[in-house]
Structures are given as C-alpha cells and as structure tokens.
T-cell receptor
Framework: DTEVTQTPKHLVMGMTNKKSLKCEQH?????MYWYKQKAKKPPELMFV???????INESVPSRFSPECPNSSLLNLHLHALQPEDSALYLC???????????????FGPGTRLTVT | DQQVKQNSPSLSVQEGRISILNCDYT??????FLWYKKYPAEGPTFLIS?????DKNEDGRFTVFLNKSAKHLSLHIVPSQPGDSAVYFC??????????FGTGTRLKVLA
C-alpha cells in the first residue's frame, strides 16, 4: 500500500468556522508533511512531523494548527481563516526521517479549500 | 526568492521523441534533488532522484542529469509517450526535511 489518503477532497468554510483536514498513510513512514499550493505555484512547505513530533514550522500563522495523533495520522486544524488561505492543501509522507538517500515523498491527492 | 526555478512553463514534444525538462537552483547547500509528476486532481508522484554527489541517475525511460557547477539539473524522458503529459516539478532538499519545489513545467506529448 503506497497510498496517502486525504479527507475531505473539497472544503468550503466561512472565516469564523473551525474545520479539520485529515491525512492517513499505512506505509510505516515516520515523517509527515503539510504543504500549501496556490494556483500555478509550487507546493510550499508548512509543517513537518518526525516520529510524531513537530520538527518544522515554516512560520505558519497560528490559525493553522497541526496535530499528529499517531504515526499514521496527520491533522490540520483550521480556525478563523482568511480568503487568501484558499488553496490546495497537500499531505505527504516519507520513509526515512534521517533524510538519507531515496527519501522521496509520497503525496496525497490534496484537499481543495475555499474560504468565503 | 525562488531558489528553485523551472523557466519553461510548458513544453510540447512529439510522441517517441525526447523530452528535456530543465531546472535551475541557487542554493549550493541542496544535497538531494527529485523530480515529480502531477496529473490534475492528484498529488505529485515521485519519478526519480539524484544525490548531489552524482551527476547522472537513470531509471527506465527517465534520466536525471546534475551539473553542480552550473547549478542545473535536467530530466530526460525517452521515448516520450502520451501518458507522460503532466506537470513536472523539480524539488531540492536542504537539511533533513526541507524540500523546495520549482514552479513546474507542463509537458504535452503529442500523438
């Protein structure tokens, strides 16, 4: 199983709502990532978890709150978002947290988020 | 500050011919480079990678070349097939987890 799943596929939320994005992998990967991708732009790293601990926060606003409840699950909690936060949110995982060779990432299909 | 650049937003190639996708980077601290393919409504899919200590890596129809002195890498696909039509991203790694992606090149393989 080389699949990373993300739910929901699409999400529309108001600026006062609280919602969560979910990501799951069963490949035994110990590094998991959240990326944000705007139209016609490359994916931008937001957060990295390694062995369920937050390793990298790329100065992401606190209205985005990541959580890694166990080695297979990664959540992104959303609160008080702005319209400019509308984007495709991609989850990824990789096998080797030490960053050795062949540390390629496996991506999920993404959640298309629209903030109204 | 775009540290990884793909200067060609799109490329069209005839089926059976070679596709060459290019990527330039500015940070000499990158130690690992990857190419991903992305179809619409899907996440990027890993294709091939190369360590900064090598200058070539080959996997079937895909070959990646790295020129460290020029800070340039390229992906060669030969022969190109219509199923290769997608957006291709190069990515570079700095440190353990930081992957920086290029802006992407849309490849269209014409039958």
């Amino acid at each position: 199983d080389t699949e990373v799943t993300q739910t929901p596929k699409h999400l529309v939320m108001g600026m006062t709502n609280k919602k969560s994005l979910k990501c799951e992998q069963h490949m035994g990967h110990r590094a998991m990532y959240w990326y944000k991708q705007k139209a016609k732009k490359p994916p931008e790293l937001m957060f990295v978890y390694s062995y369920e601990k937050l390793s990298i926060n790329e100065s992401v606003p606190s209205r985005f709150s990541p959580e890694c409840p166990n080695s297979s699950l990664l959540n992104l909690h959303l609160h008080a978002l702005q319209p400019e936060d509308s984007a495709l949110y991609l989850c990824a995982s990789s096998h080797n947290p030490a960053g050795g060779p062949r540390n390629e990432q496996y991506f999920g299909p993404g959640t298309r988020l629209t903030v109204t | 500050d775009q540290q990884v650049k793909q200067n060609s937003p799109s490329l069209s190639v005839q089926e059976g011919r070679i596709s060459i996708l290019n990527c330039d980077y500015t940070n000499s601290m990158f130690d690992y480079f990857l190419w991903y393919k992305k179809y619409p409504a899907e996440g990027p899919t890993f294709l091939i990678s190369i360590s900064s200590i090598k200058d070539k890596n080959e996997d079937g129809r895909f070959t990646v070349f790295l020129n460290k002195s020029a800070k340039h890498l390229s992906l060669h696909i030969v022969p190109s097939q219509p199923g290769d039509s997608a957006v291709y991203f190069c990515a570079a790694r700095r440190g353990t987890y930081k992957y920086i992606f290029g802006t992407g090149t849309r490849l269209k393989v014409l039958a």
